[in-house]
């Protein structure tokens, strides 16, 4: 569908009185521009403007700013969870890969 036909029939909804399409396109165009322009400033209210992400990435203003914090609370789970199970010696690499390329770690190596 072009964009142009997707604006039509956009238009074509705002139609209610059939004697008088151009008032009702107006009529139906303007209050819409209008209720667009007042929720911009209505922060409380939900509306297509300040709607949340669908995929929302960004830190939570709930999370801990500890540096410490070795594991950051950021992103969210995506699909069904996954277990695996590792060999000891894989254990063992992942472990040690881990604590070599930690950041949080090197204040213990001597």
Known sequence: MYPIERYLGRLKQYVRNRAAPEGSIAEGYLSDEILTFCSRYLDNVE??????????DRPSENATNNATSMFPLIGKAVGAAACLTLSPTERL???????????SVENFFE
Request: hydrophobic share 35%; aromatic share 0%; net charge positive.
């Open 47 to 56: 509306s297509r403007i300040n709607r949340p992400l669908r995929v929302d």
């Open 93 to 103: 690499q992942a472990h040690r890969h881990v604590l070599v390329n930690c950041t």
